[in-house]
C-alpha cells in the first residue's frame, strides 16, 4: 500500500475554491489562470552552485523549463535534470546524488522508511501542479468514453475492477472496420510515476496484460498512439497534441463520463487527477540552505507556475503555496 504524502488533501478545496472559475479555451486546450495573488519572484543577491534533479521523466520538460528560466535570475548557477523515472527519486535524494526528486506519484511506504532510516525523518512532498492522467486515442478513433471497470479490462490481466477482458474494439461498441480490431495497447515502463499510480488508480492495483508496449517516456506512449488508429495508451494531459484524443472516463459503468479538463481536476470528479510533487530532503526546524530555498520560492511564484501551466498542468494557488513553503520552513 502506497504511503500518501505528508500534503494535505483538504487542501484540494482551497484550490477548487480559488480557481473553479479560472478557465478559458486556446486553440482546444484548457488554458489555467495563474492566481494574482500568488507572490512575483524576487531574486536574492549572490547565488549560485548546482541544482541536480533526478526523477519523474512525465515532469522533465516541466523541470527543465523551470531550471532554465532559474538561470536566467542567477548566471552562477548550473542545473542537470535526469528524467529517470519517480522510482529513481528518492533512491537520489537518500544517497545524496541529488538537490530534488520529481515525482508523479506519492511516495511508497517502503521508500518513505527507507530515507527515514537514513536521515531520521521523512521526506517532504511539496505539490507544484496538478495534472490529470488520461487515456487516449487516435485522434480518428470515434470512440468517447469509458468506464473505469473498461479501462481495468483493457490493460488489466487480473480484472480488478470486475469485468470480462476486454480485447478488440468491438468490445467497446465500434463498428466498422474497428469491430474485430485488436486494441494495441501502449504504457509506461515500471520505473515510471504515470505506471505506479494508473496501476493503482484505474487496475486496483493489479497485473498489467503483457501485451501492453511499455515506452521509456510519456512522448513515445503519445507518438504510438498518434501513429496507430486502432491503439490505445495512458499519459499525462500536458502531453496531447493533435494526433491523439483523449478520453472521458466515468467512475463506475452507467455513471456519466467526466472529461479531462480544469474544472473536473479541481472539483475531484474526474477519477485520474494527481498532484505532481517534488521530494525534498529537509530537516524539520532547520534553516534551508539558500540555493534550494530561492528554488522553491521560484516554483511557487507566479512565475513558476505560469510556466506549470505553458506545460501544460493547472496551477495551485496562492493559500495552496504558502502552505506548501511552510512544509520546508520557508516563509510566504
Same mark, same amino acid.
Given at each position: 500500500?502506497?504511503?500518501?504524502? &505528508?500534503?494535505?488533501? &483538504?487542501?484540494?478545496?482551497?484550490?477548487?475554491?480559488?480557481?473553479?472559475?479560472?478557465?478559458?479555451?486556446?486553440?482546444?486546450?484548457?488554458?489555467?489562470?495563474?492566481?494574482?495573488?500568488?507572490?512575483?519572484?524576487?531574486?536574492?543577491?549572490?547565488?549560485?552552485?548546482?541544482?541536480?534533479?533526478?526523477?519523474?521523466?512525465?515532469?522533465?520538460?516541466?523541470?527543465?523549463?523551470?531550471?532554465?528560466?532559474?538561470?536566467?535570475?542567477?548566471?552562477?548557477?548550473?542545473?542537470?535534470?535526469?528524467?529517470?523515472?519517480?522510482?529513481?527519486?528518492?533512491?537520489?535524494?537518500?544517497?545524496?546524488?541529488? &538537490?530534488?526528486?520529481?515525482?508523479?506519484?506519492?511516495?511508497?511506504?517502503?521508500?518513505?522508511?527507507?530515507?527515514?532510516?537514513?536521515?531520521?525523518?521523512?521526506?517532504?512532498?511539496?505539490?507544484?501542479?496538478?495534472?490529470?492522467?488520461?487515456?487516449?486515442?487516435?485522434?480518428?478513433?470515434?470512440?468517447?468514453?469509458?468506464?473505469?471497470?473498461?479501462?481495468?479490462?483493457?490493460?488489466?490481466?487480473?480484472?480488478?475492477?470486475?469485468?470480462?477482458?476486454?480485447?478488440?474494439?468491438?468490445?467497446?461498441?465500434?463498428?466498422?472496420?474497428?469491430?474485430?480490431?485488436?486494441?494495441?495497447?501502449?504504457?509506461?515502463?515500471?520505473?515510471?510515476?504515470?505506471?505506479?499510480?494508473?496501476?493503482?488508480?484505474?487496475?486496483?492495483?493489479?497485473?498489467?496484460?503483457?501485451?501492453?508496449?511499455?515506452?521509456?517516456?510519456?512522448?513515445?506512449?503519445?507518438?504510438?498512439?498518434?501513429?496507430?488508429?486502432?491503439?490505445?495508451?495512458?499519459?499525462?494531459?500536458?502531453?496531447?497534441?493533435?494526433?491523439?484524443?483523449?478520453?472521458?472516463?466515468?467512475?463506475?459503468?452507467?455513471?456519466?463520463?467526466?472529461?479531462?479538463?480544469?474544472?473536473?481536476?479541481?472539483?475531484?470528479?474526474?477519477?485520474?487527477?494527481?498532484?505532481?510533487?517534488?521530494?525534498?530532503?529537509?530537516?524539520?526546524?532547520?534553516?534551508?540552505?539558500?540555493?534550494?530555498?530561492?528554488?522553491?520560492?521560484?516554483?511557487?511564484?507566479?512565475?513558476?507556475?505560469?510556466?506549470?501551466?505553458?506545460?501544460?498542468?493547472?496551477?495551485?494557488?496562492?493559500?495552496?503555496?504558502?502552505?506548501?513553503?511552510?512544509?520546508?520552513?520557508?516563509?510566504?
Amino acid at each position: 500500500m502506497a504511503q500518501r504524502s &505528508s500534503f494535505p488533501k &483538504s487542501l484540494l478545496l482551497l484550490v477548487a475554491i480559488s480557481l473553479l472559475n479560472c478557465i478559458s479555451a486556446e486553440n482546444g486546450f484548457a488554458q489555467s489562470k495563474v492566481d494574482a495573488n500568488l507572490p512575483k519572484y524576487k531574486p536574492a543577491a549572490g547565488l549560485s552552485g548546482q541544482i541536480k534533479s533526478v526523477g519523474s521523466d512525465s515532469m522533465n520538460s516541466l523541470m527543465t523549463q523551470w531550471t532554465e528560466k532559474f538561470k536566467e535570475y542567477y548566471k552562477g548557477v548550473r542545473t542537470e535534470v535526469e528524467g529517470q523515472g519517480s522510482s529513481k527519486a528518492m533512491p537520489a535524494l537518500i544517497e545524496g546524488a541529488a &538537490s530534488f526528486g520529481p515525482m508523479s506519484r506519492d511516495a511508497k511506504a517502503n521508500e518513505i522508511a527507507d530515507f527515514e532510516k537514513k536521515y531520521g525523518y521523512k521526506p517532504v512532498l511539496l505539490p507544484t501542479s496538478i495534472d490529470l492522467l488520461a487515456v487516449y486515442v487516435n485522434r480518428d478513433n470515434p470512440l468517447q468514453s469509458l468506464s473505469m471497470e473498461q479501462v481495468d479490462a483493457i490493460f488489466s490481466s487480473t480484472r480488478k475492477l470486475g469485468g470480462d477482458s476486454i480485447d478488440n474494439w468491438g468490445q467497446v461498441s465500434l463498428k466498422g472496420d474497428y469491430e474485430n480490431e485488436a486494441i494495441a495497447l501502449f504504457g509506461r515502463n515500471a520505473a515510471s510515476g504515470t505506471y505506479g499510480f494508473f496501476k493503482e488508480k484505474a487496475m486496483g492495483n493489479g497485473d498489467f496484460r503483457d501485451r501492453v508496449n511499455e515506452q521509456p517516456g510519456s512522448t513515445a506512449v503519445i507518438a504510438s498512439v498518434g501513429e496507430n488508429r486502432f491503439s490505445m495508451g495512458y499519459s499525462g494531459i500536458g502531453y496531447k497534441t493533435e494526433a491523439v484524443k483523449p478520453l472521458a472516463l466515468s467512475p463506475k459503468k452507467g455513471e456519466p463520463a467526466i472529461e479531462p479538463s480544469e474544472e473536473n481536476a479541481y472539483n475531484g470528479k474526474y477519477p485520474l487527477g494527481r498532484f505532481l510533487y517534488l521530494a525534498v530532503n529537509y530537516k524539520p526546524t532547520s534553516k534551508m540552505e539558500p540555493l534550494r530555498k530561492e528554488f522553491i520560492k521560484f516554483v511557487f511564484s507566479r512565475e513558476g507556475q505560469e510556466i506549470a501551466v505553458k506545460d501544460g498542468y493547472f496551477p495551485v494557488d496562492a493559500k495552496t503555496a504558502a502552505k506548501a513553503l511552510k512544509l520546508v520552513g520557508i516563509d510566504p
